[in-house]
């Protein structure tokens, strides 16, 4: 049923986004009682922080699926594996992060209950880039990476494809030139 609920949450965010979302909208659409909410979360913000660190936990296992049996596949090849991940799972990303930035107590709660589970996340993307283990900046690469998508994500709202895609172009280039300094650097 928490499973439900926590899924549940994260469409009602994505759909009608933090703000606009009440625990009896979650609860229509988990099917259970807002009772039911209640009993385990007391209140929105911590019902929200918990279906925060379940999408990040699921969106961690998501990617890791689809990069599953291709660790052998060249890194333009598995930086457009993570493209398509993003693509499809960001506005939720989205709507998750204007929540944390509207609600400073929302935020102090997931930064509290999430300390240590990002970096163990993040350290897992080394599974994906192998190229990346072993640098001292690696999860500050991971992150440059994942801006860099959200980014691309948001500008492909109003942006041609075509332009989207020689973006991506650009910073696979300047990533992969950026691997080959930092290799011979070591």
Same mark, same amino acid.
């Given at each position: 049923?928490?499973?439900?609920?926590?899924?549940?949450?994260?469409?009602?965010?994505?759909?009608?986004?933090?703000?606009?979302?009440?625990?009896?909208?979650?609860?229509?659409?988990?099917?259970?009682?807002?009772?039911?909410?209640?009993?385990?979360?007391?209140?929105?913000?911590?019902?929200?922080?918990?279906?925060?660190?379940?999408? %990040?936990?699921?969106?961690?296992?998501? !990617?890791? /699926? &689809? =990069?599953?049996?291709?660790?052998?596949? +060249?890194?333009?090849? *598995?930086?457009?594996?993570?493209?398509?991940?993003?693509?499809?799972?960001?506005?939720?990303?989205?709507?998750?992060?204007?929540?944390?930035?509207?609600?400073?107590?929302?935020?102090?709660?997931?930064?509290?209950?999430?300390?240590?589970?990002?970096?163990?996340?993040?350290?897992?993307?080394?599974?994906?880039?192998?190229?990346?283990?072993?640098?001292? %900046?690696?999860?500050?690469?991971?992150? !440059?990476? /994942? &801006? =860099?998508?959200?980014?691309?994500?948001? +500008?492909?709202?109003? *942006?041609?494809?075509?332009?989207?895609?020689?973006?991506?172009?650009?910073?696979?280039?300047?990533?992969?030139?950026?691997?080959?300094?930092?290799?011979?650097?070591?």
């Amino acid at each position: 049923m928490q499973r439900r609920v926590l899924d549940a949450t994260l469409r009602c965010i994505g759909e009608q986004g933090y703000l606009g979302v009440s625990l009896q909208d979650i609860a229509e659409m988990a099917g259970v009682s807002r009772g039911a909410i209640t009993h385990h979360y007391p209140s929105k913000i911590d019902l929200t922080s918990a279906a925060i660190q379940h999408f %990040v936990q699921w969106r961690y296992e998501r !990617v890791y /699926a &689809a =990069f599953e049996g291709r660790e052998s596949m +060249e890194l333009p090849e *598995r930086l457009d594996i993570l493209w398509k991940e993003f693509q499809s799972i960001f506005p939720i990303t989205f709507e998750l992060i204007v929540a944390l930035r509207a609600d400073e107590d929302l935020l102090a709660l997931y930064q509290r209950s999430a300390k240590g589970r990002l970096e163990e996340i993040t350290t897992g993307y080394d599974d994906f880039f192998p190229e990346l283990s072993g640098m001292k %900046v690696s999860g500050v690469v991971i992150a !440059v990476m /994942a &801006a =860099f998508y959200r980014g691309a994500y948001i +500008e492909s709202v109003t *942006r041609d494809p075509a332009y989207i895609e020689e973006m991506r172009t650009v910073f696979q280039a300047m990533l992969a030139a950026y691997l080959a300094t930092d290799r011979k650097a070591a």
